[in-house]
Every structure is written in C-alpha cells, then in structure tokens.
C-alpha cells in the first residue's frame, strides 16, 4: 500500500501535487512519502510483535539522510555494506548498537569503522574475513560480535542478479564449511561469533524459498549450541519482494512471512534480525519526468522523456517492470496505445518501459515511474554528464527537498588537472 493517489485529477504524494512539485524543483526528481515509509516499517514490525527483533533497515535501497531519520526515528536499526552507508547511518543518530554490518569484501579501514561505533555485529562471508576482522579488534582493543552468513544453496526465484543464496553466488561461506568456521571464528581472538545469518535473494515473491533455507538455518542454531557455541540472534537478512505490477504480482505479506520465520525460530529463544530493503522504501518513491517529444517511428511511438537510465537502471539491468502513470489523470475514454518511454541517453538500452500500453502523452504532460523508492536515486550515474536528480519529500501537506541538484561547475569541477595540460 503507498500514498501516491489521483486527487481532483491530478496526482499527489500524500497531500501535495506532483504536478506542484514539478514547478518547484523542475523535472525529473525523485518523490517519497514518509507516511509510506513509515507504513511499511510499521507493518513490518507489528508483524513480530511479541518477539525480540532488530529491524535494520537496508540502506543500500534508499539512503537518503531524510529516508534514514525517518525510520530511525521510528526505532529502525541499520544494515550497512560501506564506511559510507555506516558514516550516514550514524549521521542520521543511528546508535551503533543498533547497526550491523554485511558485505563480503570489507577492508580493514571498514572493520576498524565499524569496531569504533561498537556496531551491533558483522556479518562474516569468508575465512580471510574473519582473520582480518580479528587482527582489526586486536588492534583496536575491541571484540567484534560476528554473525557468520551461511549459503544454503537455495534458488530464491528471482532475477539472477539479484539471487544470492545459490552455491555458485558469491556470497556467503558453503553450508558444508560452516560448522567448522563457527569453531574457526571462536578460536580467534577478538571475535565473538554469537549470530547466523543469510540473505538469499532479493525481491522474492515466493515465500517457499524462504521456508526452506530458514529451516537450515534452524538446524544450524541447534548443531551450533551442540558443538557449544553461544548463538543470541539469528539474522534473516531481507528479500521481501514488493508489487511492481498491481494487477499481476501478489508478494507475501509480512504476517505469512513472519509465520515463516516464527516457525524456524521457534523455542530457539534468539533475538530475531532482519534487514529489509525493497519493502519499506520500493513503493514509497515516485520517479516523476517530463515528456520531451512524442516520436512516431516506422515500427512503433517512442515516448522521449528527461529522466534516462542514468536515474533508474533498473528497467535496462533487471528487465524490471515499473509501472507509469501519468501525472495529470486520463480520461475514462483517452486513446490508449503502445510506446516505448525512452530517455536523452545516448544508448539503445535507455529505456524506462518498452511496449507499454498508455493513455496518449504529449510533449509537456508529466508521468510518475512508479516504486522507485528502492534501487532508484541510489543507483543513478552522470553518464552523459546529466546532473543527479534531485530528492523531494513529502509529509501529510508538506514537502521539501532532500537533496538539491547539483551544479554543472559541481558536475565539472570534481575534476581536476594536471600539471601538464594547464602549464603549471
Ligand atoms: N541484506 C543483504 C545482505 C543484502 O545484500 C540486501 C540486498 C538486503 C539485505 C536488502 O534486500 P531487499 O530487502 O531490499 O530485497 N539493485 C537491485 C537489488 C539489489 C539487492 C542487493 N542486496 C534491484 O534494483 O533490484
């Protein structure tokens, strides 16, 4: 469910206009609703309620200053996978125990980051990790809490780039190591491997996957306390996939999830972590563009608009559905026709949707690329020297902008030159 609705004809972000906005900050910008985000986390916890659980929010999916003190505020913790994601976690007052931290090539500098804000723990993916991240705590004088992340090798059924608990992903230690690496981790000095962890695959739409490799993760916990080891939280990682298509996809909501969850948790006694991305941001982020031209070609209509595959790559990397409106409501008889949304991109795979049956568009109407909260601003790119596009957030009737767009002499003066072309 998002905040996104036509009212008297035209479409807002909760109680503010799209349309408005557009006047405002100029096209194309990204729009969010807190009232969505702070649904979706709401809903997400309420499905644990009664349980002992660390919700850390994903923020790799949209990690906007304003999106991470919105859900902070709210109690959110955070899952981060850079120095940079874990600086603006605590820039936006994230405590550290309240944020852990995942990705499998971590550099030192990382894990000394991570030791000095005392995070919740790290998630672990290899054996050199684990000895690097013990000569880190040795040298800091800190003991790093460690959850090591298991690869079940378990097809999530989703898009193959974003699966990532299959054997041949590289992601995670092989589930027939782990036993021995728990006994690895424990052996060395500085780390407390005290959690489990996993995160097979992103925008999963099929809770059986789920069901399956969260039962390893059962057995796991219980072969682990048999050999001895401490084990407080197990980590479930995120997944959660979200409705890109209204009229097509139905992803599982949160209470069958945590039914799942609950049930390979069940008398294990653990703090329950999660980390989900897609589900609290995907559905509260409008990307909204301006119609440039409309082009009629031999084979088909090309739509031309001013946001490209440099603000959203997800339709070109993923092949994703987004689905379009456009901002002015279309009338009951519009004609409505197939086009290709196009950007200003200088490639063949610039495209925001192809073949898309729309109301007929003009040059100058508005369209808002729906669910692009998620993987949308975080992924943008000047290619082609395009400037980033600016972030708009709206509050009930308020709005403001959450981070400006930037200059062209920004744009141009983060270069800078050698001596040997300017004669210095
Ligand atoms: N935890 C870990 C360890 C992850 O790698 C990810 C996502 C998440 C949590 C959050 O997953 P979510 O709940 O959002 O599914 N750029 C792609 C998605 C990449 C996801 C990477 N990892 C896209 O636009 O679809």
Redesign the pocket.
């Known amino acids: 469910m998002h905040h996104f609705a036509y009212k008297t004809g035209v479409l807002h972000a909760e109680g503010v206009s799209l349309a408005a906005i557009a006047d405002e900050v100029g096209t194309p910008f990204y729009c969010y609703s807190s009232a969505t985000l702070e649904r979706h986390y709401q809903v997400f916890q309420a499905a644990f309620a009664g349980s002992q659980t660390l919700i850390c929010y994903?923020v790799?999916?949209n990690s906007n200053q304003a999106v991470l003190m919105t859900l902070g505020q709210l109690g959110a913790g955070m899952?981060v996978?850079s120095e940079g994601e874990l600086r603006r976690a605590i820039a936006a007052g994230i405590p550290g125990e309240r944020i852990v931290f995942?990705?499998v090539g971590k550099t030192a500098d990382e894990m000394a980051a991570g030791l000095a804000h005392d995070i919740y723990a790290f998630?672990a993916e290899s054996r050199g990790e684990l000895e690097q991240l013990s000569a880190v705590a040795q040298q800091s004088g800190k003991t790093a809490r460690v959850a090591l992340?298991v690869n079940p090798d378990v097809d999530p059924k989703t898009?193959h780039?974003?699966a990532?608990g299959r054997a041949e992903d590289k992601?995670g230690i092989p589930w027939s190591e782990s036993l021995e690496l728990y006994d690895v981790a424990s052996q060395l000095p500085g780390l407390s491997p005290v959690g489990v962890h996993m995160?097979i695959?992103?925008?999963?739409i099929d809770l059986e996957p789920f069901e399956r490799a969260f039962a390893l993760l059962r057995e796991l916990v219980q072969d682990l306390r048999g050999s001895g080891h401490e084990i407080e939280f197990i980590n479930f990682?995120?997944?959660?996939?979200v409705p890109y298509r209204s009229d097509a996809e139905t992803p599982p909501d949160p209470e069958a999830y945590a039914a799942i969850v609950l049930k390979a948790a069940q008398d294990l006694d653990c703090r329950l972590l999660f980390?989900?991305?897609?589900?609290i941001a995907g559905n509260a982020g409008v990307l909204v563009s301006r119609v440039l031209y409309v082009k009629p070609g031999p084979t088909k209509t090309f739509t031309i608009v001013d946001a490209g595959m440099n603000d959203l790559i997800?339709p070109t990397?993923?092949g994703?559905h987004h689905e379009i409106w456009p901002v002015t409501e279309a009338q009951a008889n519009a004609t409505v026709a197939a086009t290709d949304v196009v950007g200003p991109v200088c490639e063949t795979g610039d495209f925001l949707a192809l073949d898309r049956e729309l109301p007929e568009l003009q040059a100058g109407d508005l369209i808002a690329v729906l669910t692009a909260g998620?993987?949308g601003a975080v992924?943008a790119s000047s290619y082609n020297s395009r400037l980033l596009v600016p972030e708009v957030m709206v509050r009930g009737d308020a709005h403001a902008v959450i981070r400006a767009r930037p200059s062209y002499e920004r744009l141009i003066g983060a270069d800078t030159l050698p001596g040997w072309l300017t004669g210095t």
Request: a positive charge; glycine letters at 20%; zero cysteines.
């Open positions: 994903s790799k999916a899952d996978v995942s990705g998630n992340r898009h780039k974003i990532t992601f995160h695959g992103s925008q999963i990682g995120g997944g959660l996939g980390e989900p991305g897609r589900m997800r990397l993923y994703a998620a993987y992924q």
